[in-house]
Protein backbone atom coordinates (compact mmCIF):
# COMPACT_ATOMS: atom_id res chain seq x y z
CA UNK A 1 0.00 0.00 0.00
CA UNK A 2 3.39 2.64 0.44
CA UNK A 3 4.37 1.42 -2.54
CA UNK A 4 0.97 2.30 -4.58
CA UNK A 5 0.83 5.78 -2.45
CA UNK A 6 4.51 6.70 -3.06
CA UNK A 7 3.57 5.97 -6.54
CA UNK A 8 0.49 8.14 -6.93
CA UNK A 9 2.63 10.79 -5.47
CA UNK A 10 5.50 10.68 -7.81
CA UNK A 11 2.82 10.74 -10.78
CA UNK A 12 1.19 13.61 -9.09
CA UNK A 13 4.07 15.69 -8.82
CA UNK A 14 5.89 14.68 -12.03
CA UNK A 15 2.30 15.68 -13.86
CA UNK A 16 2.30 19.19 -11.61
CA UNK A 17 5.91 19.83 -13.01
CA UNK A 18 5.24 19.19 -16.34
CA UNK A 19 2.19 21.22 -16.43
CA UNK A 20 4.44 24.02 -14.48
CA UNK A 21 7.33 23.78 -17.25
CA UNK A 22 4.99 24.09 -19.93
CA UNK A 23 3.39 27.24 -18.83
CA UNK A 24 6.89 29.02 -18.60
CA UNK A 25 8.52 27.22 -21.65
CA UNK A 26 4.65 29.09 -23.85
CA UNK A 27 5.27 32.71 -22.96
CA UNK A 28 9.29 33.08 -23.84
CA UNK A 29 8.55 30.74 -26.94
CA UNK A 30 6.34 33.95 -27.71
CA UNK A 31 8.15 36.13 -26.62
CA UNK A 32 10.97 34.93 -28.83
CA UNK A 33 8.69 34.97 -31.87
CA UNK A 34 7.45 38.73 -31.39
CA UNK A 35 11.00 39.64 -31.07
CA UNK A 36 12.32 38.27 -34.78
CA UNK A 37 13.39 40.97 -37.04
CA UNK A 38 11.16 41.99 -39.91
CA UNK A 39 11.42 41.65 -43.32
CA UNK A 40 13.96 44.95 -44.13
CA UNK A 41 12.65 47.04 -47.21
CA UNK A 42 14.34 50.51 -48.50
CA UNK A 43 10.95 51.30 -50.42
CA UNK A 44 9.14 53.44 -47.40
CA UNK A 45 12.38 54.76 -45.90
CA UNK A 46 13.37 58.47 -46.22
CA UNK A 47 15.34 61.14 -44.26
CA UNK A 48 12.16 62.51 -42.59
CA UNK A 49 9.61 60.15 -43.43
CA UNK A 50 6.00 60.63 -42.23
CA UNK A 51 3.92 58.79 -39.78
CA UNK A 52 1.70 56.47 -40.86
CA UNK A 53 -0.73 56.72 -38.04
CA UNK A 54 -1.46 53.52 -35.64
CA UNK A 55 -0.06 50.79 -38.66
CA UNK A 56 2.46 48.43 -37.63
CA UNK A 57 6.17 50.43 -38.98
CA UNK A 58 8.57 47.82 -41.33
CA UNK A 59 12.09 47.86 -39.56
CA UNK A 60 14.08 50.23 -40.32
CA UNK A 61 16.79 49.48 -42.79
CA UNK A 62 20.34 48.56 -42.12
CA UNK A 63 22.66 50.84 -44.13
CA UNK A 64 26.00 48.86 -44.44
CA UNK A 65 29.17 50.37 -44.49
CA UNK A 66 30.93 51.33 -47.56
CA UNK A 67 34.76 51.80 -48.16
CA UNK A 68 37.01 53.48 -50.84
CA UNK A 69 40.32 52.21 -50.78
CA UNK A 70 43.08 54.93 -52.86
CA UNK A 71 46.49 56.08 -52.61
CA UNK A 72 47.18 53.72 -49.57
CA UNK A 73 44.42 55.39 -47.29
CA UNK A 74 41.64 53.45 -46.69
CA UNK A 75 38.35 55.16 -45.88
CA UNK A 76 35.29 53.59 -44.12
CA UNK A 77 31.90 55.24 -43.57
CA UNK A 78 29.18 54.14 -41.98
CA UNK A 79 25.56 55.62 -41.77
CA UNK A 80 24.52 55.61 -38.01
CA UNK A 81 21.05 57.11 -38.47
CA UNK A 82 19.93 57.55 -41.79
CA UNK A 83 16.43 56.35 -41.48
CA UNK A 84 15.46 58.07 -38.46
CA UNK A 85 17.11 60.80 -38.66
CA UNK A 86 17.34 63.59 -35.28
CA UNK A 87 19.15 67.18 -34.79
CA UNK A 88 21.92 65.81 -37.47
CA UNK A 89 22.88 62.86 -39.87
CA UNK A 90 25.67 61.17 -38.14
CA UNK A 91 27.91 58.69 -40.00
CA UNK A 92 31.04 56.79 -38.32
CA UNK A 93 34.01 57.35 -40.36
CA UNK A 94 37.47 55.47 -40.57
CA UNK A 95 40.66 56.62 -41.72
CA UNK A 96 43.62 53.96 -41.80
CA UNK A 97 46.76 54.35 -43.56
CA UNK A 98 50.31 53.33 -42.95
CA UNK A 99 52.03 56.16 -44.95
CA UNK A 100 49.73 58.88 -45.05
CA UNK A 101 49.41 62.24 -42.80
CA UNK A 102 46.12 62.12 -41.71
CA UNK A 103 46.55 66.02 -40.45
CA UNK A 104 43.22 67.60 -41.71
CA UNK A 105 39.89 68.64 -40.47
CA UNK A 106 36.94 65.80 -41.70
CA UNK A 107 34.40 68.32 -40.60
CA UNK A 108 36.04 71.18 -43.52
CA UNK A 109 36.41 68.53 -46.04
CA UNK A 110 33.25 66.38 -46.27
CA UNK A 111 29.58 67.61 -47.62
CA UNK A 112 26.14 65.97 -47.77
CA UNK A 113 24.59 65.95 -51.26
CA UNK A 114 21.24 65.02 -51.52
CA UNK A 115 19.11 63.51 -54.87
CA UNK A 116 18.51 66.85 -55.98
CA UNK A 117 22.12 67.97 -55.90
CA UNK A 118 21.79 70.57 -52.26
CA UNK A 119 24.97 70.13 -50.76
CA UNK A 120 24.76 70.77 -46.78
CA UNK A 121 27.82 70.85 -44.58
CA UNK A 122 29.50 68.67 -41.71
CA UNK A 123 28.61 70.56 -38.88
CA UNK A 124 30.97 68.48 -36.66
CA UNK A 125 33.47 65.83 -36.29
CA UNK A 126 33.91 63.86 -32.50
CA UNK A 127 36.87 62.19 -32.94
CA UNK A 128 40.44 61.64 -33.18
CA UNK A 129 42.42 65.03 -33.44
CA UNK A 130 44.84 65.43 -36.44
CA UNK A 131 47.44 63.06 -37.45
CA UNK A 132 48.58 59.62 -36.94
CA UNK A 133 47.68 56.83 -39.27
CA UNK A 134 44.36 55.58 -37.77
CA UNK A 135 41.70 57.97 -37.06
CA UNK A 136 37.89 57.38 -36.33
CA UNK A 137 35.37 59.46 -35.19
CA UNK A 138 31.75 60.55 -36.09
CA UNK A 139 30.96 63.29 -38.99
CA UNK A 140 27.53 65.08 -38.27
CA UNK A 141 25.32 66.79 -40.94
CA UNK A 142 22.70 69.19 -41.29
CA UNK A 143 19.40 67.37 -41.92
CA UNK A 144 18.28 67.54 -45.58
CA UNK A 145 14.92 69.97 -45.27
CA UNK A 146 12.92 67.80 -47.24
CA UNK A 147 12.71 64.07 -47.51
CA UNK A 148 15.43 62.72 -50.49
CA UNK A 149 15.65 59.22 -52.40
CA UNK A 150 19.40 59.26 -51.91
CA UNK A 151 22.20 60.46 -50.22
CA UNK A 152 25.90 60.55 -50.66
CA UNK A 153 28.75 61.98 -47.99
CA UNK A 154 31.76 63.64 -50.42
CA UNK A 155 35.02 63.98 -49.16
CA UNK A 156 37.47 65.69 -50.68
CA UNK A 157 41.68 65.99 -50.92
CA UNK A 158 42.27 62.80 -48.72
CA UNK A 159 45.95 61.73 -49.73
CA UNK A 160 45.35 63.36 -53.20
CA UNK A 161 41.73 62.06 -54.08
CA UNK A 162 39.75 65.07 -55.10
CA UNK A 163 36.51 63.27 -53.97
CA UNK A 164 35.64 59.56 -52.21
CA UNK A 165 32.31 59.94 -52.84
CA UNK A 166 30.03 57.16 -50.60
CA UNK A 167 26.09 56.60 -51.58
CA UNK A 168 23.06 55.39 -50.03
CA UNK A 169 19.65 55.13 -51.50
CA UNK A 170 16.72 55.68 -48.80
CA UNK A 171 13.77 54.75 -50.82
CA UNK A 172 12.68 53.09 -54.13
CA UNK A 173 11.78 55.41 -57.05
Known sequence: MKQALL?????TVAGLIAACGSDVVEPAAASIEVAQPQ???NETAAVNPEPAGDQPQPAAPVFESQLNNEKAVTVEVTPLNLPEGGPTLDFEIAFNTHSVDLSFDP????ILRDDQGREYPAVAWEGAGP????????????VPETATKSIEVIIH????VPERVFQWKLAQS
Open 157 to 160: DVAG
Open 39 to 41: NQT
Open 7 to 11: AIILL
Open 107 to 110: AAIS
Open 131 to 142: GGHHRSGVLRFE
